[in-house]
């Protein structure tokens, strides 16, 4: 079969130019001519620095790396801060599920005007609320009544299991999960709300409780109003939970930040 080259010369033989399609046709073939110059004008341009880098390193010792024309240097990630404002930058995420921390580096890219929380979690400044990962090891069927709630047997390790017993928790609104993926990571998406009107006073202990993280010492409990965009992705078979927690009132602007923020999310491993 002919290229579509060869079909352009066998029609433009077979019939005769229109007036000014031969200066057109000139035009292209100057464009093509003055593009392909460009382009080797740019290739030794390109080949002259990479020379002048290469022999700049050779000549400062061994300890200096060439950098490659183009080539992008690997951005630092901080640990959070246990309190205090933070610098816009990216910052390491710990979910205190040792075995995974030690697997995997979880990092996200946090805008100007947030603050470190104890050193695993962000909030928005004049806010109590921001970005949390967690791996879940149980949720309380009751989050308000928690006391001796807890799932007996514990909620497993797969992501459909965690939706399912988040999703039917007692006196919160929870959203019709859908499929997502998170950094190459498939799972699922959902949103959960905590009743505007709640007495959290007449919760036991004074917290809405919704889960413990595996190791069974740090409870994630919540505030009236509160309204939690989750990502649940399945890491080599453990869901990682992304929370991005909004209060009540929060603007849309703070909504579309969060979500920003979750799509800058890298989980790679150590």
């Known amino acids: 079969m002919p290229d579509m080259k060869e079909v352009y010369e066998m029609v433009t033989q077979q019939t005769p130019p229109k007036p000014g399609a031969l200066e057109r046709q000139n035009r292209k073939q100057r464009r093509r001519l003055t593009r392909r110059k460009a382009a080797v004008y740019g290739l030794v341009a390109t080949l002259m620095i990479l020379a002048g880098v290469l022999a700049a390193g050779s000549l400062a010792g061994n300890d200096a790396q060439p950098v490659i024309p183009g080539s992008i240097a690997t951005p630092t990630a901080t640990p959070i801060p246990s309190s205090g404002a933070m610098e816009p930058g990216m910052y390491v995420f710990r979910t205190f599920d040792p ?10 890219d946090i805008p100007d005007g947030y603050q ?86 007449v919760c036991d202990g004074g917290q809405f409780r919704t889960w413990l993280d595996t190791s069974l010492g740090g409870a994630r409990w919540l505030e009236p109003g509160q309204h939690d965009l989750l990502w649940i992705v399945d890491v080599d078979g453990t869901p990682l939970v992304i929370d991005a927690a909004l209060g009540a009132g929060t603007s849309a602007q703070d909504r579309a930040e969060r979500i920003q923020i979750v799509q800058s999310v890298s989980i790679d491993p150590r």
């Open 99 to 108: 075995d995974f921390d030690a697997s995997y580096r979880i990092t996200m």
């Open 116 to 201: 470190g929380f104890g050193g695993y979690a962000v909030i928005k400044l004049g806010e109590n609320q921001g970005m949390s990962a967690w791996v879940v090891g149980n949720v309380y069927a009751d989050p308000c009544h928690w006391i001796g709630t807890l799932l007996d047997p514990p909620v497993g390790s797969s992501v459909d299991g965690l939706v399912a017993a988040l999703a039917s928790q007692k006196g919160r609104h929870a959203s019709t999960p859908t499929d997502v993926t998170v950094d190459g990571f498939a799972g699922k998406y959902m949103e959960l709300t905590v009743p505007a009107r709640i007495n959290i006073a």
